[in-house]
Structure formats: structure tokens, C-alpha cells
Nanobody, 125 residues
Framework: QVQLVESGGGLVQAGGSLRLSCAFS????????MGWFRQAPGKEREFVAA????????YYADAVKGRFTISRDNVKNTLYLQMNSLKPEDTPVYYC??????????????????WGQGTQVTVSS
């Protein structure tokens, strides 16, 4: 059973930066497409960014394009999300997700079989 553990969340002022990490274990990381999603209280989980298994293709939500960068290290079995120019609306819990092979739709949470427990990001204005 694949295990995902997020870290790196915290409190930051608007305009600041954070880097989230997602440690992958109990599987072959390089075979999995990886994504980041986020969920605010009372709202649906929404897509943030994703990378295919090789890292050659990247997908971003319009809300974070140009500010966030997703990357993966297939040697360290880790997924990253560099978040710059943070805004208060970037505040929710961030989750990483994994799906073996190539999802039909990288932005759909239903395409991912494995999820981490989440890490809280709080951006103060």
C-alpha cells in the first residue's frame, strides 16, 4: 500500500513563500503520476498541480499558475510544491496524491488512488 506523507506547511505572511514536500513510500515512485490538491473548510477539494510519472508533463490550476512550481525527485521519492507570492486564499489544507501510470484527467481527484494526510498552510494578510 503506497504511503504519502506531506510536510512543510505552516504560517506565512501574504507575499511570502513555502515549500511543501510529499514523501512517497511502499511503491515505485517513478511509476506514479503525482498531484497536489487543496481543501478549505466547507469547500470541495480542488486541483492545484500535477506531474506525470516521468516529470515531462506538468499541469497547474489557473489560480496558481506563475506562482507555484511542482517538481519531483525520482531518486529521493519526493514530490515538492514551491509556493511563492502567497495570498490569503491559498490558505487551505494541502494534500498530495498518487496514481499509477497516467490518469485520464490529471485535475480530477477521482483519478488518484492514494492520498496523504494533508498539511495546513495559513497565509495571513
Amino acid at each position: 500500500q503506497v504511503q504519502l506523507v506531506e510536510s512543510g506547511g505552516g504560517l506565512v505572511q501574504a507575499g511570502g513563500s513555502l515549500r511543501l514536500s510529499c514523501a512517497f513510500s511502499r511503491g515505485t515512485f517513478s511509476r506514479y503520476a503525482m498531484g497536489w490538491f487543496r481543501q478549505a473548510p466547507g469547500k470541495e477539494r480542488e486541483f492545484v498541480a500535477a506531474k506525470n510519472w516521468s516529470g515531462s508533463s506538468t499541469y497547474y490550476a489557473d489560480a496558481v499558475k506563475g506562482r507555484f512550481t511542482i517538481s519531483r525527485d525520482n531518486v529521493k521519492n519526493t514530490l515538492y510544491l514551491q509556493m511563492n507570492s502567497l495570498k490569503p486564499e491559498d490558505t487551505p489544507v494541502y494534500y498530495c496524491a498518487a496514481q499509477i501510470g497516467s490518469p485520464r484527467d490529471y485535475v480530477s481527484q477521482g483519478e488518484y488512488d492514494y492520498w496523504g494526510q494533508g498539511t495546513q498552510v495559513t497565509v495571513s494578510s
